[in-house]
């Protein structure tokens, strides 16, 4: 794959991001995606849990931020995400991992509900990437693709590098 289409692919992401669609990503984007993830689970924003998934939403866009945004406008626009992505995590995807560690483990902990397994259901997940903005199918598929050792729940260390080689991948989709 020519740098092009990797540099496409990787916008396309950022649109994953982008939350409201608003043209760049910013804490609001990464705030709202935390709220619709408490909404959609029943789960208040002052309990543990999610004061943990806003923690991790912080973190998340405190790191996406320190890779990205270059001008440091607090903003990031879909060219410093494609040059941010390229740049920096293309040879190093787990860098990547480590700043989306903190949100995913709370966005799992959330899903999974009152389970205190570690792991949470499949059709949870499914369900927390359709809130987050995949379309049914994909979240379908996606979800089923993280549990990778099918045993109906999903962990953090899967969807940690999930999402990074999804992000950092170079090869088809």
Excluded: H
Excluded at 45 to 69: P, S
Excluded at 73 to 101: S, Y
Excluded at 120 to 140: I, S, Y
Aim: charged content about 30%; some cysteine; hydrophobic content about 45%.
């Amino acid at each position: 794959m020519d740098s092009a289409e990797y540099e496409r692919k990787i916008a396309f992401r950022f649109a994953a991001f982008d939350q409201d669609g608003n043209g760049y990503i910013d804490r609001a984007d990464f705030n709202a995606a935390a709220a619709r993830l408490l909404t959609e689970f029943g789960t208040t924003a002052r309990c543990d849990k999610g004061q943990a998934l806003y923690n991790g939403a912080e973190a998340f866009w405190q790191g996406m931020a320190g890779i990205a945004d270059v001008d440091g406008d607090q903003r990031v626009t879909r060219e410093e995400f494609v040059g941010g992505a390229v740049k920096r995590l293309r040879d190093n995807p787990e860098r990547f991992a480590e700043i989306a560690r903190p949100f995913l483990r709370a966005a799992l902990a959330v899903a999974a509900g009152p389970s205190s397994d570690g792991r949470a259901p499949v059709q949870a997940v499914e369900r927390a990437l359709k809130v987050l903005g995949a379309g049914p199918d994909a979240a379908a598929f996606a979800a089923q693709s993280l549990d990778t050792d099918r045993d109906g729940g999903v962990v953090e260390e899967d969807a940690v590098a999930a999402l990074a080689t999804y992000v950092t991948v170079i090869e088809p989709d």
